[in-house]
């Protein structure tokens, strides 16, 4: 048993409990985080010149929340130069900067041509009206246009804008909509969209960043600033308000422990966040059933290649022929014009229902499959896989289904209103979870707790 009371407690130290706890860095806190690392799905390991990538890796660019707290921190973004729109087709590797030309240029039938065309111009459409959508508009507050952008498309599933294409056609929308972790059937169609959008978002893309290093670096780095504010391997097992302070019973190294303070934010998967929280008022429980939650299994590799190889050009490729849905080549940031460096890193994972079925099997099984389908596409490669890794993320991507918009209002209510103890803070804040999210969701439960721990010091001083 411990007597501390803190300021703040933050359970999670993923992307939204680190932004929460450096907000609030003048306050006594800590953060509890129940793996051994910090930055939840952010994760990768340094490898020589290269880093070998686990988790998210996409950084949005200047202007976002994201983007202020990497360069607050002392790290740098490197652009991306590579194409991050290539795709296989029957075995092939296409390379198009712009999705729109692949009707003609992959080698279809003619009715599987028309049907692209009319699946992607449709889908185009609907990309640049979510775009209007989410353009932040003057003067609200973030949590307005959040509002909006949950409410677009969410009455209908992602296939039932697709449609029914055929097998090859389909499997291509398909592959891609797997990276929001889940199948066409099981998302809103406006998490298809927003998706999509991401690809989509115009000439000038300096929306999709890497941090130099690996993302494992943001991690890193709060450890280092917050140092011994910081506690991992800590789970949290309950959050209890009690009058005017909130108790956190949390397990490390098998001990349990209770750390007391005037305000926590609860900055885990919503899912979790439910089982921990006592007492969570009945509609707030009812909104944290909203979001859900796909896996991705991915696998990770460094290479020894001496020289170039055939996807240096390439960052992200769509692959709706393969197992795994998305191959990344994480090296292409580090390429300069000039003499190429030996050796790579390369990713690629698969989500939605390929996820579930290679979950049931070995990582050696796992290996052998991906391995075998990327060598396909790339034979030079054989013999140059120096070390990989099967990543299992259960809790993956979050995303919504139909009809779930209204349901989730009430979390959003509750955040706005002041008077709470308890805040929640999570990528799973948006249809689409992404890092910007989280970041987004963890400064904004840290300006309530500002203003309640204001609040609170002006009444007692005034009393
Ligand atoms: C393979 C993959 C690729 C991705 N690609 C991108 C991308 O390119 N761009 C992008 O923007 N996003 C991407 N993401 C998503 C991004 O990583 C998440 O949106 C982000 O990490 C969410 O942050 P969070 O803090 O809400 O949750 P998390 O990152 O999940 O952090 C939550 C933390 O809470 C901890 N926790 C849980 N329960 C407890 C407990 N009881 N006690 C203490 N701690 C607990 C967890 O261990 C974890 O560290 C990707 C994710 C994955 C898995």
Redesign the pocket.
């Known amino acids: 048993m411990n007597d501390e009371i803190l300021d703040v407690v933050i ?7 680190l932004s929460a706890a450096w907000q609030l860095r003048g306050r006594s806190l800590v953060v ?4 051994r690392r910090l930055g ?3 994760k990768s390991e340094s490898r020589g010149p290269y880093w070998m990538n686990f ?4 950084f949005p660019g200047a202007g976002s929340n994201m983007h202020n707290l990497v360069r607050e921190l002392g790290l740098e973004v490197i652009e991306i130069p590579g194409l991050k729109t290539a795709m296989t087709f029957a075995g092939k590797v296409y390379r198009s900067k712009r999705v729109e030309a692949y009707p003609f240029v992959l080698p279809m039938s003619l009715k599987e041509r028309i049907e692209l065309v009319w699946v992607g111009t449709k889908l185009m459409t609907t990309v640049a009206r979510w775009h209007r959508i989410a353009k932040p508009r003057q003067g609200e507050p973030d949590s307005a246009r959040r509002e909006r952008i949950a409410k677009f498309r969410f009455g209908k599933t992602f296939r039932d804008l697709l449609g029914r294409p055929s097998r090859r056609v389909d499997e291509i929308f398909q592959a891609a909509a797997r990276r929001a972790a889940a199948e066409p059937e099981q998302q809103s169609a406006g998490v298809g969209v927003a998706l999509f959008g991401a690809v989509w978002s115009g000439k000038k893309d300096n929306t999709a960043l890497n941090l130099d290093g690996g993302s494992g670096r943001f991690g890193q780095a709060m450890q280092e600033h917050l140092g011994d504010r910081i506690r991992v391997g ?3 097992q309950s959050v209890r308000q009690d009058g005017d302070l909130v108790r956190v019973r ?1 397990l490390q190294d098998g001990r349990e422990h209770t750390v007391t303070a005037r305000q926590v934010v609860v ?3 919503a899912h ?1 966040a439910r089982e ?1 929280v006592a007492d969570i008022p009945a509609a707030v429980d009812g909104a944290l059933q909203v979001p859900r939650y796909g896996s ?1 299994v ?1 696998m990770t590799m460094i290479t020894d290649e001496p020289g170039p190889m055939p996807y240096d050009d390439i960052y992200a490729m769509t692959t709706p022929d393969r197992t795994f849905d998305m191959f990344f080549n994480h090296a292409n940031p580090l390429r300069r014009p000039g003499r190429r460096e030996p050796g790579g890193s390369l990713m690629c ?1 698969a989500g939605g229902e390929t996820a579930q079925r290679l979950l049931k099997l070995s990582d050696a099984e796992i290996t052998d499959i991906y391995t075998r389908e990327i060598l396909e596409l790339f034979p030079t490669l054989r013999g140059h896989i120096v070390e990989s890794h099967i990543q299992r ?1 259960l ?3 979050t995303y919504r289904t139909v009809s779930d918009a209204a349901a989730f209002e009430p979390l959003i209510e509750y955040c706005r209103e002041p008077g709470h103890r308890i805040h929640f803070a ?2 799973y804040f948006a249809p689409l ?6 970041v987004t969701s963890g400064k904004a439960a840290a300006e309530m707790v500002s203003r309640e721990l204001m609040r609170e010091s002006r009444t007692s001083s005034t009393a």
């Open positions: 359970v999670g130290g993923g992307p939204s409990g509890l985080e129940e793996r939840g799905r952010l988790g998210g890796h996409l800590a789970a949290v949390y900055a885990v998967p979790l921990v991705w991915g994972y993320w809790i993956g991507g999570g990528d979870g992404q890092m910007e999210v989280a």
